[in-house]
């Protein structure tokens, strides 16, 4: 095998050092170190030879690529699947992992020699190599040379300037200035990002608009120029209903084995205030021109996860008490933790409720959420002083909004519904006495 | 010796503010160079205990020293650093008994992992990586508690029982110094959960990630059945200390010690994010045929789903579907919003709902079963 052989790498060397290449190919980790020493400063001052030579002498051709092959494997291990950590293109310093062999339970890093730019992976992702296989190509030098993904325009135009001053004196020494002009670049290329951190970054990161969020854009865009959209406000005290939970929510615990929250109790006055009103559960259909009522309230409450908007929807509310909202929440609650809520959790509604309160905003105006034709938008509780029997008092407050499409519902019809919702959750007895 | 006793015991009894002293002593005491440490770590969260090793990896000099850390996990399924997990283990399954999915960073295959299975980490340079030597720790050590029991390590460096099961796995990174190797040991481990877990999820996916070779297995405490937890700890460390001549106790280290480990909770987060879990997974490619149904005019159709998979979100999908089945427009929305997407049941339901909003009658029936035959290929 050749890594027992050091005669055969001496010969390697000298051949090596003869052929004018303009790359470098080094051989990794069994190369002794004396050697290495003894063969490289030839190799170098040679290819630098050549470069000025028989290449323009500028910033970007004083680079060299460096081929970096797959390390010898241990225990007698032939070959392995490469992985690649990083792409072409991608910049890398000093020691950082470029790609992963993995040999027989054995992952191996790949670390780069020297700080540059990948140029060619010269195996594909999954491909099987052997010790000594050539890897990859790099570009040695700072990443100033990538147009790119680099921080800023103001580094690119800082390094040719940089630069410009040295070429004039190249022509006369050539080896010498070689080092030199390298060590000026990647100087300037050095310099150039910590100048920015006096000045401040002012670079840009464009990144896809992935196809969800352009869609859901599309239907919001499409729903503001069809909709007349506008929002009516309305606060409620929540202070007989906090009072009601706190009564209860043991009882509750003990009884559902789920917690009593508020949603529920703004589901149901939805649901309630949207039996009376039944255009505001209603939607247009523009292409027949018609209305459609529907006999069933299914209510979207909208979530926020961490993967993003989901929007599960409650069926039939107009059957189910408190106790089973809460039940259905928890349960779409427990499916969207574990990941397993389906499209038919997902899909349809007639009405959606958003809280933006657990963000702890104050007031503000929801969007509808095509195709119905009302949002309900609760907000946060906030202790404000409020009049109550000529005196003023401090209770807590909350403000909703709900946002409607005025083409369908008429301006006395949504105060009305607001309205509603608000005497329902002030006074939930209104519930048993359907008032 | 007293001294160096005291040096590794004083962390157990010192307060929080000397521990960082202490503990950074086990691992950089010059006095300590030439020596050994056997560590056990307390926590049982496969992240924790992984960034502990990664932590061990990065900071300690292993030049000098080598390390045995001894550790046990709640139930999780460990793929290796290069597979891919919806062809290794049955996610679904996973995810309604509640098991996580951690990623390695040593390659090799999958395994299953609970409190009766026992991991051992040998850390060395890469000088002093020899992953048989370590494994004749494991099987001597056996021996000598056990002698009618038949172990013997295999060229795959596994351990097989009575020559036919497997006790033992194992896997390794080389970095760029240092090296570790670390392998399971089969105690008293759920057999059933590990069968029913460790099977394919997507059956239609081609890739060329690292494929696992599935072996028939046992515990040993199905044939050995007095053997205690502790009682295997303890001759571990005996013949650890024993074959690379060292005289270390066992030390117990809280991998969530953040000024003794400084930076280690950031590498358990990185462990438990998506992005590494399955992010990093090697490009696959679905081909499958869907069989889609028209429940209410009783008809149905064929078509054919293909999706590209890189760094596990939908690169590329392509449907081909008869047009009077579905319009051309509504498949291709279908296909449009997967772009993107994790590759993900979930994510693949919520893009389906937002399609079917605007859609009635016949095509919202078609596009609802059409989304759920996708979304059932990834589950």
Redesign the interface.
Known sequence: MLSRSPCVYRTLGRSLSAASQASNVVTRQHLSSHFQRKCQPRLQSSSHANHVRFFKISAVHRDEVVTVNTPAFAESVTEGDVRWEKAVGDSVTEDEVVCEIETDKTSVQVPAPAAGVLEELLVPDGGKVEGGTPLFKLRKGAAAAKPAPSPSPAVEAAAPEAVTPPPPPQPSTPPTAAPAVSAVKSSSAAAAPPAPSTAGVRGENRVKMNRMRLRIAQRLKEAQNTCAMLTTFNEVDMSNIQEMRKLYKDAFLEKHNIKLGFMSAFIKAAAHALTDQPAVNAVIDDTTKEIIYRGYIDISVAVSTPKGLVVPVIRNVETMNFADIEKAINALGEKARKNELAVEDMDGGTFTISNGGVFGSLFGTPIINPPQSAILGMHGIFDRPVAVSGKVEVRPMMFMALTYDHRLVDGREAVAFLRKIKAVVEDPRMLLLDM | MSSQLSRIFSPLRAGNGNQLNRTRSLFFDSANSRAGLVLQSQSTDVYQNLALEDWIDAHVDLQQRSILLLWRNRPVVVI???QNPWTECNLSAM??L?IPLARR?????TVYHDLGNLNMTFFASKKG?D?QRNLKVVTEALRRLRPELAVQSTE??DILLNGHYKIS????????KSSYHHCTLLHSADRSALSSLLRPSCPHIQS???PSIPSPVTNLTDHAPSLEWEELLDALVQQYNREFGLSCMSTMVDPTNESSFPGVSNMAAELRSWEWTFGKT??FSIETQLELMDEQLDARCSASLHMEVKSGRVESCRLDITEDWLPLKLSK?LT???????F????V??????????ESGRLYRRL?NL??AV?AVMD
Do not use: M, W
């Open positions: 290796g650093r290069h995810r309604r509640g960073r040593s390659g090799g295959g990586y992953r795959r460096f796995g194992t896997a390794s990174r080389l970095s760029r060329n990630a690292t090697p490009k929305q449009d919003i997967l772009i993107g997407e994790r993900c049941p979930h994510r339901a919520a893009s389906a709902a937002e399609l079917l909003r605007p609802h989304c759920e979304v």
